[in-house]
């Protein structure tokens, strides 16, 4: 990894193909949004599946996803973004659009799997350009601003879904949610290829990015942390009386955007693996606060906190990831820590899931407060040892 020093480009950071970037990212993720409120809607209607079967469709996506993002990484380093960026966003057009005629599970499931394939080499090439595009030593500050597509997209996508299903029908929404997806394409061609492609000789290079690893693994419990407060904070509400159940994660979501927008100049002004470690104390400050004080006030304060953590973690433990990276395995790393994201956010819900069904809901909250706490010691860990490497 690169000694931290501090000092940024003064080469102008929304460029054009930054912006084009953030505007592909906008529409494909605003497609994922739509399908999120659609898809169990329409297999427990129109199909006549049930809750669980529903469940099923989903997660075909995330799994054909997971497997696939080492392969798309490689395939960034050799083949460039722009295949993986426009061929991505081909196949989620086709994966959304064609659910409209799909008159069974069976291939509702198909065509989600299509879409984690999809999603797979469109992430993964979306973060690796993100990398090409950015002046050096301001990797904090673009993820801060270039990672509102995904935030407002999936925040956007399912209220446009309710009206396009309730005011049209639901093949109305898949279609609409496949032409948005193909605007990103259309986005992407006008982006052009940011990459350098590299067909270096002999044994191909690992798919795994191991130089990124031990930031990767602190990225992770950020993640694990956060999943478990998402996939439970309504409950928790309801537990506590709030009348709507879901206002905690809308004030979450919110701040993040706001703090994101505000705080991302200052996001390449210190160590990122101190920043990182910064981050995740103040994501266990915020489950702790809602843990323990289980009143609507402490749920409010704790997600207040619990946003302040994460507008800082992600570009944080970016700019630590990507910087273990040169221009010829950029790819490897955005596939490194695309699989971590995946496991963190998947594997959070489970984890909680289990640790609420065995004791409660607080001392769910409590554990991901005592993961992020152990990720902060864990970052800290690897900024000595990287120190003690460059000496």
Do not use: K
């Amino acid at each position: 990894m690169p000694e931290y020093t501090g000092v940024a480009s003064p080469e102008p950071l929304l460029s054009r193909g930054f912006v084009l970037l953030s505007v592909a990212d906008l529409a494909y993720f605003t497609a994922v949004g739509v399908a999120v409120y659609t898809l169990p809607l329409y297999v427990t209607g129109p199909l006549g599946g049930s809750d669980r079967q529903a469940g099923i469709a989903f997660g075909a996506f995330a799994i054909a996803a997971l497997l696939l993002r080492p392969l798309a990484g490689r395939l960034c380093d050799t083949v460039g973004r722009r295949p993986l960026l426009v061929g991505g966003s081909l196949l989620a057009f086709m994966g959304l659009s064609l659910t409209a005629t799909a008159d069974s599970l069976a291939s509702v499931i198909g065509l989600r799997l299509l879409l984690g394939v999809g999603e797979a080499a469109f992430f993964v090439a979306s973060l690796a350009a993100l990398i090409d595009i950015v002046p050096a030593g301001r990797m904090g500050e673009a993820t801060s601003y270039n990672s509102l597509g995904l935030y407002l997209g999936l925040a956007l996508g399912p209220p446009l879904g309710e009206v396009l299903v309730e005011n049209l029908g639901y093949d109305e929404a898949w279609w609409g949610a496949g032409l948005l997806a193909a605007a990103g394409a259309l986005v992407v061609l006008l982006l052009g290829e940011t990459g350098t492609r590299t067909r270096p000789a002999g044994p191909p290079a690992a798919m795994i990015h191991r130089p990124a690893v031990p930031a990767a693994v602190a990225f992770f419990t950020s993640l694990v942390a956060v999943g478990g407060f998402l996939a439970f904070a309504a409950l928790q509400a309801e537990d506590l009386g709030i009348e709507n159940s879901s206002l905690p994660l809308l004030c979450y979501g919110l701040l993040v955007v706001l703090l994101r927008l505000t705080l991302a100049r200052y996001m390449d002004r210190h160590p990122p693996l101190v920043l990182g470690a910064g981050a995740l104390t103040t994501i266990a400050a915020g489950l702790t606060v809602v843990a323990l004080w289980a009143e609507p006030a402490g749920m409010y304060l704790g997600t207040a906190l619990l946003a302040l953590g994460v507008t800082v973690s992600t570009p944080a433990f970016f700019t630590a990831i990507f910087a273990t990276a040169t221009t010829r395995d950029r790819g490897a790393a955005s596939g490194t820590a695309s699989i971590f994201l995946d496991l963190g956010l998947g594997g959070g819900p489970i984890l909680l899931g289990l640790v609420a069904g065995a004791a409660s809901l607080r001392t769910a909250f409590a554990t991901a407060a005592i993961v992020a706490l152990l990720g902060a010691l864990w970052a800290l860990r690897v900024r000595q040892v990287r120190n003690v490497v460059a000496l």
